[in-house]
């Protein structure tokens, strides 16, 4: 049985959530502590683990877990401290851009809708080109081939603000999980301000899962 690396931080969410990852995509949990990141690319692929669960209870310490997990090869999901006791993944939202690694978002989150049986939500850029549509023509074949559930929802933002869009909605509800992708590289205004992925973490009240840009992602399951 693979494992899940759960840091708690004192955070009930975090022990909600990887209780319901363990139980239906049959994962062992274990759990480590922060002293652990220091070599925990190593020791996800020493231990073969599927995913790491972090829980937040201060926005201050975002940028120090972003810092560490920059080069996984697994998923990365932050949580609060207010998902309910009865937490369940019903609705995955997943906003698409015009880079070509956001392709790898669709298998996990088709692991994630087999398993919680959930409602998948793509939100499709407002661009001029045609490279988020392609990369979501993709996703939405890889969906169709498990009988998935989804709907395609056209953003007001471009390719570089999509995610920050999605994050900022009222329509997604609790039981609810955001997939966004990790900054490819810090420009200077990321080291100054803080990447993109710090804002949409500042605000956010629901799970969010991360996935770093390269081509050797593990599965997070068959």
């Known amino acids: 049985m693979r494992p899940i690396f759960v840091i708690h931080n004192n955070t009930r969410s975090s022990e909600i959530l990887a209780n319901q990852i363990s139980a239906l995509m049959k994962f062992e949990i274990r759990e480590i502590n922060i002293i652990d990141l ?4 190593a020791r996800t692929e020493n231990e073969d683990a599927a995913l790491l669960i972090i829980g937040i209870n201060n926005n201050k310490d975002i940028q120090f877990y972003l810092n560490k997990c920059r080069e996984l090869r697994i998923p990365y999901i932050f949580t609060k401290k207010n998902i309910p006791e009865n937490f369940k993944i019903d609705t995955i939202l997943l906003p698409i851009s015009n880079l070509e690694e956001e392709r790898e978002k669709g298998p ?20 001029y080109g045609s490279k988020a549509a392609t990369n979501i023509e993709a996703i939405k074949n890889l969906f169709n081939s498990f009988d998935l559930t989804y709907t395609t929802i056209k953003g007001k933002k471009d390719s570089s603000k999509i995610e920050i869009e999605v994050a900022s909605l009222n329509r997604y509800t609790q039981n ?11 420009g200077l205004d990321d080291l100054i301000f803080g990447p993109k992925e710090r804002k949409i973490l500042k605000n956010i009240e629901i799970p969010t899962m991360l996935i770093n840009p390269r081509g050797d992602l593990y599965a997070l399951c068959d």
Do not use: T
């Not at 220091?38 to 690319?41: F, R, V």
């Not at 692991?111 to 407002?126: G, L, M, V, W």
């Not at 609810?176 to 810090?186: F, K, Q, T």
């Open 108 to 127: 996990f989150a088709s692991s994630f809708a087999r398993h919680f049986n959930s409602e998948i939500r793509i939100f499709q850029p407002n661009d």
């Open 38 to 41: 220091d070599n925990i690319g």
């Open 176 to 186: 609810s999980i955001l997939i966004i992708s990790a900054s490819r590289d810090y």
